[in-house]
């Protein structure tokens, strides 16, 4: 009886040396209570982050802005996952090397807030997603808020119509590329990657590779 007693104090001793040793637990982090777009984030049903579990979006809140900065895996284990920018009202962040997803919370009205998403992915061409949101994660009519660019966007008012209609028929599938960047999203399509050779060469004057839209009150008008 008195050699277990003493197996278990000295057990008890050891595990206790061996934790004092090892400092502190790094992982280990007080809980924290966020607000913002940071709030949105852990709220998130899934949909959009159906990789990263609650702990992992904790993981990568917590560490933001650290001297030490740890690398987080997605809960699929495929890749590993990174917070790039963050404010109130703003994240960016890349979920693999070929998904970011960048958010903010845009002020509707002094009582009604509207989340704008835009996923892209890189294969190898960027070509990107809009979503709207209330603050609920409840999906929106895109077009209330938002007419996505198409070609035609890229094509200026130069262009005769024989050129335009070439153009559009020969770029069936456009790669558009979209990014917030302070009150505007920019849109940015290079139709010159849709042709081989020097065939681009007969619309090179007619097209540009940015649309930049002006944002207000939660919509998005194309800026003159």
């Known amino acids: 009886m008195k050699s277990n007693l003493k197996f278990l104090i000295l057990s008890a001793v050891m595990m206790l040396s061996m934790m004092v040793k090892a400092g502190p637990v790094s992982d280990v982090v007080e809980p924290i209570t966020y607000d913002g777009i940071s709030k949105l984030f852990l709220e998130e049903k899934g949909d959009l982050f159906n990789s990263l579990s609650l702990s992992t979006r904790y993981e990568l ?8 900065k740890k690398d987080v895996v997605n809960d699929l284990e495929t890749s590993e996952t990174h917070l790039l920018k963050l404010t109130d009202d703003y994240m960016l962040i ?69 050129l335009r ?13 979209m990014k917030l960047e302070g009150n505007t999203l920019v849109a940015q399509c290079n139709l010159e990657d849709f042709f081989l050779g020097e065939s681009f060469t007969r619309y090179s004057s007619i097209v540009t590779k940015k649309v930049v839209y002006d944002i207000k009150k939660a919509k998005f008008k194309k800026a003159k």
């Open 165 to 177: 209609e070439e153009l559009k028929s020969a770029v069936y599938f456009a790669m558009i590329e």
């Open 61 to 68: 809140l917590n560490y933001y802005g650290k001297e030490y």
């Open 94 to 162: 890349s979920t693999s090397s070929a998904r970011t997803v960048e958010m903010k919370m845009l002020p509707k009205s002094s009582r009604d807030t509207v989340v704008v998403v835009i996923e892209t992915v890189e294969t190898p061409y960027k070509d990107s997603r809009i979503t709207f949101y209330d603050t609920k994660w409840r999906q929106l009519e895109t077009a209330a808020f938002f007419t996505p660019p198409t070609v035609d966007d890229f094509i200026l008012p130069n262009a005769s119509n024989q």
